[in-house]
């Protein structure tokens, strides 16, 4: 299954494929992108963006953005990499694309774009998945299906979306294919990645040729998520020592859908005991022109566990894919819904610390090749990293939920590295 790295795909019925008039590759045309507003001069790299039918009888469609590697780079030799944010319900062309690895940001002003220095795309081939439907573009016609969504349907819908999308690009079968997201897309990614390595077992030369997949700040089980998460914050001096062992008594369950009332107070008295912080990134100060990150879980756990991440780069977002000439430049908003487009449509993201991602690594018992190490970027400790059999941890020191966007010059190093398959510089 080749190379992996914690820094975490999907599945879906092979038979289900648009009734077109269009030919593949005419369809890859209709959804090429002239050019976006607010684009800088000089672009010289291929975009695309569109829907992909997963389920013709629903009415069910994925929307994608996918950016070439510039022509200077040599796409047609760089590797194919999907990448998914989490949520669940967080769009990836919001997140991934327009706030983290993505070749283009978005400027205050919310209308205009500029180049991203550390874009991924000067790497690989990037394609953003917005899933499941009901996430940012994505959508069905069928009510139900927004209701009835869980991670096993949407790794379906996922892997369905892929076997058609490289119908409408042929030119990629084959080629060597990755798959990184963050956060909940902790369990986007495996699903998905384990979908495609067992239907590619006795298959030569397979059309998904999978190599590997990566996963930062990744939501994998709740059981060491929660208990890693409130040993940071006390660690971290963010509660009490009695609040930490209220959390560690009450919220003993393991469970984010259905926490005890105990559970749900103790949590409560974590969040006054921290104050106003922003809870994806405790050293950086909110944004003050957006409102409270802290949301109604309706239920769920931790209001400080589960909002989406908003230093200011979010409200950019919104206004940038809101405006009508930029969704008709993507092809997107087909549907032409009356509500607004959102970033996070779901209400139960995750804060994951380092903590519970290692807790999650030791239970899976692997044995170490290579023991903790300091990484290095131009002789500055980049973070620290540890090599396991099949799965290789990485930190980066100071970064908060989304690692590309607080430290995106040690996210690109980390990337590379990764696609390399080799370790991150020890000096």
């Not at 919001?94 to 400027?107: C, D, L, N, V």
């Not at 009835?148 to 892997?159: C, K, L, P, R, V």
């Not at 084959?174 to 998905?192: C, K, M, N, T």
């Not at 997107?332 to 519970?356: Q, Y």
Request: glycine share 8%; net charge negative; proline share 6%.
């Amino acid at each position: 299954m080749g190379h992996s790295i914690l820094f975490v795909l999907c599945l879906s019925f092979f038979s289900l494929f648009c009734i077109c008039t269009s030919s593949p590759l005419q369809d890859q045309k209709r959804d090429k992108i002239t050019s976006l507003p607010g684009q800088p001069e000089n672009v010289d790299f291929n975009q695309y963006s569109g829907y992909v039918t997963v389920n013709q009888k629903a009415g069910r469609a994925l929307f994608y953005w996918f950016t070439e590697s510039p022509a200077s780079r040599q796409p047609e030799s760089r590797p194919l990499v999907l990448w998914l944010n989490g949520g669940p319900g967080c769009s990836s062309v919001a997140y991934g694309a327009a706030e983290e690895i993505g070749p283009f940001h978005i400027r205050p002003d919310g209308k205009t774009l500029y180049l991203n220095p550390y874009s991924w795309n000067n790497l690989a081939n990037l394609l953003f998945l917005e899933s499941p439907a009901g996430v940012g573009f994505s959508y069905s016609n069928t009510t139900a299906d927004y209701y009835t969504a869980g991670d096993n349907s949407t790794a379906e819908d996922s892997y369905t979306f892929l076997i058609n999308w490289f119908e409408r690009f042929p030119q990629y079968k084959h080629r060597d294919f990755y798959i990184a997201g963050e956060s909940y897309a902790g369990h986007y990614v495996p699903q998905l990645s384990q979908i495609i390595y067992e239907r590619n077992i006795g298959v030569k030369n397979p059309v998904i040729n999978f190599k590997g997949f990566l996963v930062g700040n990744a939501v994998t089980d709740d059981y060491h998520d929660y208990v890693g998460t409130f040993e940071y914050w006390w660690t971290h001096g963010l509660i009490s020592d009695s609040t930490y062992k209220l959390l560690r008594d009450r919220c003993d369950t393991g469970s984010s859908e259905h926490p005890s009332a105990d559970c749900i107070k103790a949590l409560k008295t974590a969040e006054i005991e921290q104050g106003n912080i922003d809870p994806y990134s405790i050293f950086t100060k909110p944004c003050s022109t957006t409102e409270s990150l802290k949301r109604n879980l309706r239920g769920h756990y931790v209001s400080t566990l589960s909002s989406p991440y908003d230093p200011c780069t979010e409200r950019h977002s919104t206004v940038y894919f809101n405006l009508p000439e930029v969704q008709k430049a993507l092809h997107a908003n087909v549907t032409r819904l009356p509500h607004a487009w959102e970033t996070c449509s779901g209400d139960t993201d995750s804060v994951v610390p380092v903590t519970a991602t290692r807790y999650s690594i030791d239970a899976l018992k692997l044995p170490t090749i290579t023991n903790w190490y300091p990484w290095y970027d131009n002789g500055r400790v980049g973070g620290w990293s540890q090599v396991y059999k099949g799965l290789t941890f990485v930190t980066v020191t100071g970064a908060g939920h989304e690692v590309p966007l607080h430290r995106p010059r040690q996210a690109f190093i980390l990337f590379r590295s990764f696609l390399e398959d080799k370790p991150l510089a020890i000096a």
